[in-house]
């Protein structure tokens, strides 16, 4: 067995000031929690969980925080650090921050998303169906795909191709939501709407999925978008606030494309 060299990483304290709520209807408040021999390569979710470890042991309730991957790729890992949805990096979710963006004695305020359309169930958990919501409205495709086609039968653009990849790595967190001042789902659904226009496959139901997709987050009670582009500066994924023009511009096409097609008599039982 070879033996460990000590660690050379200076390890230093923090204090955790946690936003604790018991429930949904309960007030909320900040408790602090100092944290001592914090080494710097230690994620977030990690301090949170050594934190949690004591409070077990302490007999008091740990903290309530939501995670799955930790790697950036499953969006349940939302919450605010020092006022920003997921921390101080850019680029990265709150379970890719490590404790080396923090000084010894940094006092790190922690909170939920927060936003009206996602209601706190626990300390940092919050409930965001409103996203489900959203996607059961529009954002699928119901054409057959059958088995996958060989590569290139279905011909489309690079650039197109590139554009849906950027779009599709939208992991639903809700970042942008919570950075908003209107707490906007914009660049969530132009994210959604745009992965589909893009291609090929999200062509029959085009205009239909726009437009369910908006009206139905009107309908969640989210915010509209006026532009200051905070939701793009906390993605984890760099979504391009470029793909809301992308949506309006999608928007007005179905507006058009609805009111100026004909319908076929078939829907309604032939020509008779
Ligand atoms: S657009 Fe970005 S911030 Fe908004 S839900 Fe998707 S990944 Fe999260
Ligand atoms: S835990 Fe999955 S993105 Fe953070």
Same mark, same amino acid.
């Given at each position: 067995?070879?033996?460990?060299?000590?660690?050379?990483?200076?390890?230093?304290? &923090?204090?955790?000031?946690?936003?604790?709520?018991?429930?949904?209807?309960? #007030?909320?408040?900040?408790?602090? =929690?100092?944290? @001592?021999?914090?080494?710097?390569? /230690?994620?977030?979710?990690?301090?949170?969980?050594?934190?949690?470890?004591?409070?077990?042991?302490? %007999?008091?309730?740990?903290?309530?925080?939501?995670?799955?991957?930790?790697?950036?790729? *499953?969006?349940?890992?939302?919450?605010?650090? $020092?006022?920003?949805?997921?921390?101080? %990096?850019?680029?990265?979710?709150?379970?890719?921050? =490590?404790?080396?963006?923090?000084?010894?004695? !940094?006092?790190? &305020? &922690?909170? #939920?998303?927060?936003?009206?359309?996602?209601?706190?169930?626990?300390?940092?958990?919050?409930?965001?169906?409103?996203?489900?919501?959203?996607?059961?409205? %529009?954002?699928?495709?119901?054409?057959?795909?059958?088995?996958? #086609? !060989?590569? $290139?039968?279905?011909?489309?653009?690079?650039?197109?191709? !590139?554009?849906? /990849?950027?779009?599709? +790595?939208?992991?639903?967190?809700?970042?942008?939501? @919570?950075?908003?001042?209107?707490?906007?789902?914009?660049?969530? &659904?132009?994210?959604?709407?745009?992965?589909?226009?893009?291609?090929?496959?999200?062509?029959?139901?085009?205009?239909?999925?726009?437009?369910? /997709?908006?009206?139905?987050? !009107?309908?969640?009670?989210?915010?509209? *978008?006026?532009?200051? =582009?905070?939701?793009?500066?906390?993605? #984890?994924?760099?979504? +391009?606030?470029?793909?809301?023009?992308? /949506? $309006?511009?999608? =928007?007005?096409?179905?507006?058009?494309?609805?009111?100026?097609?004909?319908?076929?008599?078939? @829907?309604?039982?032939?020509?008779?």
């Amino acid at each position: 067995m070879v033996a460990q060299a000590p660690s050379s990483k200076k390890l230093f304290s &923090v204090t955790l000031r946690v936003w604790r709520q018991a429930d949904a209807k309960s #007030p909320g408040k900040f408790v602090d =929690y100092p944290a @001592a021999n914090v080494n710097p390569d /230690m994620s977030f979710l990690e301090l949170l969980d050594v934190v949690n470890d004591d409070l077990t042991r302490q %007999g008091v309730e740990p903290i309530a925080f939501a995670h799955d991957c930790r790697e950036g790729i *499953c969006g349940t890992c939302s919450c605010t650090i $020092n006022g920003k949805p997921h921390g101080p %990096g850019k680029g990265i979710a709150t379970c890719q921050t =490590y404790m080396r963006s923090f000084r010894d004695g !940094d006092v790190i &305020v &922690v909170e #939920p998303f927060r936003a009206k359309a996602f209601p706190v169930q626990k300390d940092l958990i919050t409930d965001r169906a409103a996203f489900d919501q959203i996607q059961q409205a %529009g954002g699928f495709i119901s054409v057959r795909t059958g088995a996958a #086609p !060989d590569a $290139n039968s279905i011909p489309v653009p690079k650039e197109d191709a !590139d554009l849906a /990849m950027d779009a599709a +790595s939208c992991i639903g967190c809700g970042a942008c939501v @919570a950075a908003c001042k209107n707490a906007s789902a914009m660049l969530f &659904v132009a994210a959604k709407v745009s992965q589909f226009a893009l291609l090929p496959q999200g062509q029959p139901e085009r205009e239909k999925r726009v437009l369910a /997709m908006v009206a139905k987050m !009107d309908e969640l009670g989210f915010g509209n *978008c006026t532009n200051q =582009y905070e939701c793009s500066a906390v993605c #984890p994924k760099l979504i +391009s606030h470029d793909f809301i023009a992308r /949506m $309006n511009r999608e =928007y007005v096409r179905a507006l058009f494309v609805t009111k100026f097609t004909p319908t076929s008599h078939a @829907a309604a039982g032939g020509a008779g």
